[in-house]
C-alpha cells in the first residue's frame, strides 16, 4: 500500500433500480407475518465516485418522484440521464426505500416541495 491508501475496487456491483425484493434475507419475510410485497424496496438515488482512494469527484444520479426521470447532479449542473447509466462501476452508495410506503405516500398526495431545501428558505436567509 503506497502512501497508506488501499487500492480501488472499480468492479461494477449490479443492482436492481426496481423491484429489490429483500424478503428471503429477512428473518420472518417469507412467513405469513409478512405479507407478499412487503419486502419489496425501489432505488432512487445514486452516490457516485470517480478516481481512486486518495481523491476523487462525487457526482449523483436521483430519480425524481414527481415525474420519475433520473438526474445526474455534479457540482452546479443538473441534467437528465438515461436509467441504463444509472448502473455503473462508480456507484458508490445506493438509495432505497420501501415500494409500499412511498406508493402510500403518493396516493395521499404527498407535497414534495413542503419537503425540498429551497435558497428562499428561512433559515439561509438568517445566515
Not at 455503473?88 to 438509495?95: G, I, M, P, T
Amino acid at each position: 500500500m503506497a502512501g497508506g491508501y488501499g487500492s480501488k475496487i472499480d468492479s461494477t456491483v449490479d443492482f436492481p433500480l426496481e423491484g429489490l425484493d429483500l424478503s428471503k434475507y429477512v428473518l420472518g419475510g417469507e412467513h405469513a407475518s409478512t405479507q407478499p410485497g412487503e419486502m419489496i424496496y425501489d432505488c432512487y438515488a445514486v452516490s457516485n465516485h470517480f478516481g481512486n482512494m486518495g481523491f476523487g469527484h462525487y457526482t449523483a444520479y436521483a430519480k425524481n418522484p414527481i415525474d420519475k426521470i433520473w438526474y445526474e447532479f455534479d457540482d452546479s449542473r443538473v441534467s437528465k440521464v438515461n436509467p441504463d447509466n444509472v448502473v455503473s462501476d462508480a456507484a458508490y452508495n445506493l438509495f432505497f426505500r420501501k415500494r409500499d410506503w412511498h406508493e402510500k405516500n403518493m396516493k395521499e398526495g404527498i407535497d414534495f416541495s413542503k419537503l425540498s431545501i429551497t435558497p428562499d428558505m428561512e433559515w439561509v436567509n438568517k445566515k
